[in-house]
């Protein structure tokens, strides 16, 4: 069964930097396109970003342009969201999920979701 | 970027009846559009996919319809594990967006 486990969440300085991964088991993870989603606390979601199958293609959202980016492993079955110049807008529970195609044109919905990883940045 | 809006924001209604939640969008996105259903503490699920697809797994008194700017979800007969939150997403451009949720409580 298709598995996502998020990790590398804390507590984190504003301005300073942090990777988040995802390790993704139970399908073929070098075929498919791979999301990341936020939902800060008590609030409604927010796509992130997005990476095609094969790490050519990447789009992320306006809030997180120029700060934060998304990459991936295939050798690993993993999936990364390096975030720089962190703020406190930023603290939410962040998601990665699964595309059902290679998004390597275009995503489409997400149709296996991790548990989530929290991130607080806070001084 | 496309903005998308939920209505209502909270509902109330008894095991048993039959709901219908909207979602419009700001501009068209002809039929890609997903609902899921978010339970608190966990991850959200997808239900539906291009505006009215049932998911795999997923009970058939859910359906999605709607097209273009104008979409609803529709659960057939209420059951106590259908309270909880649904988020319609837009996928026809980038950026992917979300409708601020409608909450699904028990009257």
């Known amino acids: 069964q298709v598995q996502l486990v998020e990790s590398g969440g804390g507590v984190v300085q504003p301005g300073r930097s942090l990777r988040l991964s995802c390790s993704a088991s139970g399908f073929t993870f070098s075929s498919y396109g791979m999301h990341w989603v936020r939902q800060a606390p008590g609030k409604g979601l927010e796509w992130v970003a997005i990476i095609s199958n094969d790490g050519s293609n990447t789009y992320s959202g306006d809030s997180v342009k120029g700060r934060f980016t998304i990459s991936r492993d295939n050798s690993m079955n993993t999936v990364y969201l390096h975030m720089n110049s962190l703020r406190p807008e930023d603290t939410a529970v962040y998601y990665c999920?699964?595309?059902?195609?290679?998004?390597?044109?275009?995503?489409?919905?997400?149709?296996?979701w991790g548990q989530g990883t929290l991130v607080t940045v806070s001084s | 970027d496309i903005q998308m809006t939920q209505s209502p924001s909270t509902l109330s209604a008894s095991e048993g009846d039959r709901v219908t939640i909207t979602c419009r969008a700001s501009?068209?996105?002809?039929?890609?559009l997903a609902w899921y259903q978010q339970k608190p503490g966990k991850a959200p699920k997808v239900l539906i996919y291009?505006?009215?697809s049932l998911e795999g797994g997923v009970p058939s008194r859910f359906s999605g319809s709607g097209s273009g700017t104008e979409f609803t979800l529709t659960i057939s007969s209420l059951q106590p594990d259908d309270f909880a939150t649904y988020y319609c997403?837009?996928?026809?451009?980038?950026?992917?967006?979300f409708g601020q949720g409608t909450k699904l409580e028990i009257k």
């Open positions: 997403q837009q996928y026809d451009r980038y950026p992917y967006t």
């Open positions: 291009k505006a009215s």
């Open positions: 501009q068209s996105i002809s039929r890609w």
């Open positions: 999920a699964k595309d059902p195609t290679s998004a390597t044109r275009d995503g489409h919905y997400l149709d296996y």
